[in-house]
């Protein structure tokens, strides 16, 4: 098996392309959930979190759809996307594509797909101001496909905007990630009352259901202060397991991957995996059984051995 970090991002000629699975399906939910991801402060790890935590979960034979609706266009970057110059989800909003014809799928995974942004969508704020029921635009257009999906990630500007309301008018489920550092908690009361007037008056069903703690560092006692706040304040809606610090995780968008593709057996790959795999066991029917957090520990010896290969070459 070729070493996915040999691909060179500046070569659409050298892209893996093969399918990666692990050997353990992970909790296929009951419906369609949607999330949110959005935290207004930028450089939190908003995308980095939509794009592994997707691609862990169609790792683990799920079918998941990541809507990039941040005009910076990183997450179509990160998944090895097109979307510069061609029709994405700025088109949707505006009503001049239908959604499924801006759905493309994502290459070395089973069942993701991903719906771009691109230069457009930096104009989106303005021009949604005049439209009729424009902080429901996304959530009609996402009625024609939700079903086709088990999960949903949008993946929001660092704004509270009306890019990022349509977000949240759309989903039913609020991931916020939390960098652990100093600044981490000045503005989340802002999100959070952004986040209640919306469930008051656009969207009932939503619930703040995921927070995920970032580029945490062990040795640091300001990590692990933040870390000990955030686990007091919200001790359900926490995923326990901090994403490190990891040059890996860094690096992988510059070669269009995931870090799921790029060095998956690092230690940023190994704890977003986790992250996925509790967020598939507590959507799952509460009959099955309980979540071991323990189970991805030995990441390698979970994923089922794949034919990679480079454009252009046989498996």
Do not use: W
């Not at 592994?52 to 169609?58: E, F, H, R």
């Not at 990183?74 to 090895?80: C, F, K, R, V």
């Not at 995931?258 to 986790?274: C, F, K, R």
């Amino acid at each position: 098996m070729a070493d996915s970090r040999e691909t060179n991002a500046g070569n659409s000629n050298n892209k893996v392309v093969g399918v990666r699975r692990l050997k353990e399906a992970m909790a296929k939910p009951a419906s369609t959930r949607i999330f949110t991801v959005a935290n207004q402060k930028g450089g939190v790890g908003k995308t980095t979190t939509t794009v592994n935590i997707a691609a862990a979960l169609s790792m683990g034979g799920l079918r998941v759809l990541v809507i990039d609706l941040d005009p910076q266009g990183n997450a179509s970057t990160a998944l090895g996307v097109p979307h510069r110059d061609i029709a994405g989800i700025y088109d949707v909003l505006m009503g001049d594509q239908p959604i499924t014809a801006v759905v493309q799928k994502v290459a070395g995974f089973p069942s993701l797909d991903c719906i771009p942004s691109n230069s457009s969508l930096a104009n989106a704020e303005v021009n949604l101001v005049s439209m009729v029921a424009r902080e429901l635009r996304l959530k009609e257009a996402l009625v024609e496909i939700s079903p086709n999906y088990d999960y949903i990630f949008i993946d929001c500007p660092p704004s509270l905007g009306l890019l990022t309301i349509n977000a949240l008018a759309a989903a039913r489920e609020l991931l916020i990630p939390i960098q652990t550092e100093y600044y981490a908690l000045e503005g989340l009361s802002q999100l959070l009352e952004t986040y209640g007037i919306v469930k008051k008056r656009l969207n009932a069903n939503l619930e703040l259901s995921t927070i995920v703690l970032t580029m945490f560092d062990g040795r640091t006692r300001l990590s692990n202060d933040v870390a000990a706040n955030v686990r007091s304040h919200f001790p359900k809606e926490l995923i326990d397991i901090p994403i490190p610090r990891a040059v890996r995780v860094s690096e992988a968008p510059s070669y269009s991957q995931t870090v799921m593709t790029y060095d998956p057996l690092s230690p940023g790959a190994i704890a977003y995996m986790q992250v996925a795999r509790e967020i598939a066991e507590r959507g799952k029917p509460k009959e099955e059984a309980n979540f071991d957090s323990n189970f991805d520990s030995n990441f390698d010896s979970n994923v089922v051995n794949i034919n990679y290969k480079r454009d252009g070459e046989i498996a």
